[in-house]
């Protein structure tokens, strides 16, 4: 693949392909006339590290759990347990109209996390949030399961505070 076929494929641009092959985080062997070659899965690495770099990676960090990932039998679940190290801890306070007491006029779910977290930086699917007892009802702190991959899964922490 060709770096225009791959920038046309991966949505960037081909200079930042080359700022990646720079970095060494691509690799791409040369042909006879001095083009580029990527193998096909050079897309779904540029994915990760675009999706790395959401998730607030730098290209440092990306370039040093790289090899890990891209020598693994099955890429998904060890880029999983990096995205769920990062998650690890993370926590986002999510702001609902509650009566006096605490409780929620209507209620936070999936998708209210997955879009809080996205906000903060983290994005996530609702499919991935995890709520085993049921949307949110009350004010309060709650550990939230996020499964990542069917291997993977980590806990996040949500505050649900009423509005002022």
Do not use: C
């Amino acid at each position: 693949m060709l770096i225009g076929e791959l920038a046309t494929a991966s949505g960037l641009s081909r200079e930042a392909l080359r700022f990646y092959e720079q970095q060494g985080l691509i690799r791409a062997r040369r042909l006879d006339n001095g083009y580029r070659d990527y193998p096909p899965e050079v897309v779904t690495l540029v994915q990760y590290i675009r999706t790395a770099q959401q998730l607030g990676f730098t290209l440092a960090e990306i370039g040093d759990r790289l090899p890990a990932i891209w020598d693994a039998a099955e890429p998904g679940p060890a880029l999983a347990q990096v995205l769920a190290a990062k998650l690890e801890g993370a926590s986002v306070t999510i702001t609902a109209n509650a009566a006096t007491e605490g409780k929620l006029f209507g209620s936070v779910g999936p998708r209210d996390i997955a879009d809080a977290f996205t906000a903060a930086g983290l994005p996530l699917e609702k499919s991935e949030v995890i709520m085993g007892e049921g949307a949110l009802r009350n004010v309060g702190e709650y550990e939230i399961v996020v499964k990542l991959h069917a291997d993977v899964q980590t806990t996040v922490k949500v505050v649900v505070q009423a509005e002022a």
